[in-house]
């Protein structure tokens, strides 16, 4: 067990660095937002002072980081879920669920910028898609339509598809997946008759 532990705080003051040129700031940047001196900050990096809670929680702060990001923590028993967005294909998608199977959930945002030109894709599966903010272009065979927020769409992944912004505004939206067969169904009581 001391061995892992002073394997983590070694490994601290690499990470320590690498977190501020990344933000592209200065040892003395960081002393001013942090209170620690230059010498001190310089030493934790390089390794030559051992990290302590008193130094790593406000440099946790000042990068934006949780503690356990900072120090490389194993994970814990904690239930809650930790998901991590993914960059690709011009968006971000956070994950919003988890398990292997079935119906799959996401969040997707793609940032304001020009338009792009549709590329339509198949695959197998099931999809909807809800617009939260902006303007959804979803090409979806030879239909090209634009989804304001609230509005949603399914469609079989067979089918060509693309969505993308519908202007140069971003657009954030949910997408529900599923594999073939696994349909969304959204269910409505009927309206009382007046």
Do not use: C
């Not at 002393?31 to 934790?44: F, H, N």
């Not at 967005?85 to 996401?106: N, W």
């Not at 599966?125 to 609230?150: I, K, T």
């Amino acid at each position: 067990m001391d061995d892992d532990l002073d394997q983590a705080l070694d490994a601290v003051g690499p990470r320590l660095r690498a977190l501020r040129r990344e933000r592209e700031t200065t040892l003395a940047d960081l002393s001013a937002a942090t209170g620690i001196s230059v010498s001190t900050l310089s030493r934790l990096e390089s390794g030559g002072r051992r990290p302590t809670l008193e130094l790593l929680l406000p440099l946790a702060k000042a990068h934006g980081v949780t503690l356990d990001e900072l120090v490389g923590a194993p994970p814990t028993g904690d239930p809650r879920i930790h998901l991590r967005p993914v960059a690709a294909f011009g968006m971000t998608m956070l994950p919003l669920t988890r398990r292997p199977g079935g119906i799959q959930a996401y969040k997707l945002i793609i940032p304001a910028g020009g338009r792009a030109e549709p590329e339509p894709k198949t695959h197998e599966g099931y999809e909807w898609v809800y617009v939260l903010n902006g303007r959804l272009r979803l090409v979806l065979g030879e239909h090209d339509l634009v989804l304001a927020p609230g509005e949603a769409a399914e469609f079989d992944t067979r089918v060509p598809h693309w969505f993308g912004r519908a202007d140069d505004q971003g657009v954030e939206f949910l997408s529900l997946f599923g594999s073939q067969g696994e349909r969304a169904h959204l269910r409505a009581r009927p309206r009382d008759r007046e």
